[in-house]
Nanobody, 126 residues
């Protein structure tokens, strides 16, 4: 059974940084693209960043470009989201997710992912 466990969320002032981690288990991590989504209260879940199974390709939402960096360590079965220059509008629950097929790139729709973590809260104060 696949498990995704996020960590690294918390409270930070605007302009600060956080690094989210997601530890995966249950199937061959290095074969699957990974993604980060977020959901703020009263809003739909939205794509933040994605990375291909090999790590060679990444994609970001416009809101994350230039501030966030997604990476993966296949030896550690872990995907990361480095978030810099955080803004109050980045406040949300952040979810790690794994693609539904092997050897594919990332996707921006949640319907292409079949396993999700429990989420980690990120709160940015002004």
């Amino acid at each position: 059974q696949v498990q995704l466990v996020e960590s690294g969320g918390g409270l930070v002032q605007a302009g600060g940084s956080l690094r989210l981690s997601c530890a995966a288990s249950g199937r061959t991590f290095s074969s699957y693209g990974m993604g980060w989504f977020r959901q703020a209260p009263g809003k739909e879940r939205e794509f933040v960043a994605g990375i291909s199974w090999s790590g060679r390709n990444t994609h970001y939402a416009d809101s994350a470009k230039g501030r966030f960096t997604i990476s993966r360590d296949n030896a550690k079965n872990t995907v990361y989201l480095q978030m810099n220059s955080l803004r109050p509008e980045d406040t949300a629950v952040y979810y790690c997710t794994q693609r539904d097929a092997v050897f594919t790139t990332m996707a921006t729709t949640p319907y292409r992912y079949d396993y999700w973590g429990q989420g980690t809260q990120v709160t940015v104060s002004s």
